[in-house]
């Protein structure tokens, strides 16, 4: 079966504007989740999303960042306003959700670039 | 805050040799830890650690959890050119799919 995919790949913006980033997660994964990854870190959570309970938000930096996940399947990473400091690399990982505590697979990322 | 912190930051060996990367967490409510293997984009899934002094191996990996002294070691022996990658430790609460607290990682490099 296919893996996390994401797209796109790389993209490169001008400060000020918004942009869109996509997560397609495994299939019958119910948990979701984004992360973020700057030149040479580690990587920083930002929004998880589970099944359809209220998403856990608690990592977005700040109120320029949003995600939606529709249908319990994709998710959109939404950035509005870009500034240089948002440039890094954004990752998606999907996971089963149950009683035992599951590994996330991740995507290959979406590399951003604000100029 | 949860904390996870890996060491080395760097390693460069030759080909053959074993190496030991470490990982220390301060957690509330541990579930699970995670070793990761990066190379370009995509962290890879090796192992998922969630009892005390039981190895899990894969090939010429290994690792092992100490949930007493709250740390983790991943060991590669007759390290290869193909193992050169961030290895990322991670660490996961309680409550089942919960977002992972990453370590900032250990880049190895192997040289033929």
């Known amino acids: 079966g296919a893996g996390v995919s994401q797209s796109p790949s790389n993209k490169v913006t001008e400060k000020g504007k918004d942009v869109e980033l996509r997560c397609d997660p495994i299939s019958g994964h119910t948990a979701l989740y984004w992360y973020r990854q700057s030149l040479g870190q580690g990587l920083e959570f930002l929004i998880y999303f589970q099944g359809n309970s209220a998403p856990d938000k608690s990592g977005l930096p700040s109120d320029r960042f949003s995600a939606e996940r529709t249908g319990g399947s994709v998710s959109t990473l939404t950035i509005q306003r870009t500034q240089q400091e948002d440039s890094a690399v954004y990752l998606c990982a999907s996971s089963l959700v149950g009683e035992n505590s599951y590994e996330q697979y991740f995507g290959p990322g979406t590399r951003l670039t604000v100029t | 805050e949860d904390k996870v912190v890996q060491s080395p930051l760097s390693l460069v060996v030759h080909e053959g040799d074993t190496v030991t990367l470490n990982c220390s967490y301060e957690?509330?409510?541990?579930?699970?830890l995670l070793w990761y293997k990066q190379e370009k984009k995509a962290p890879t899934f090796l192992f998922m650690l969630t009892s005390s002094g039981i190895e899990k191996k894969s090939g010429r990996l290994s690792s092992i959890l100490d949930k007493k002294e709250l740390f983790s070691i991943l060991n590669i022996t007759a390290t290869q050119t193909g193992d050169s990658a961030v290895y990322l430790c991670?660490?996961?609460?309680?409550?089942?799919?919960?977002?992972?607290?990453f370590g900032g990682g250990t880049r190895l490099m192997v040289k033929p």
């Open positions: 991670a660490v996961g609460p309680y409550n089942a799919g919960n977002m992972l607290t």
């Open positions: 957690v509330t409510n541990f579930r699970s």
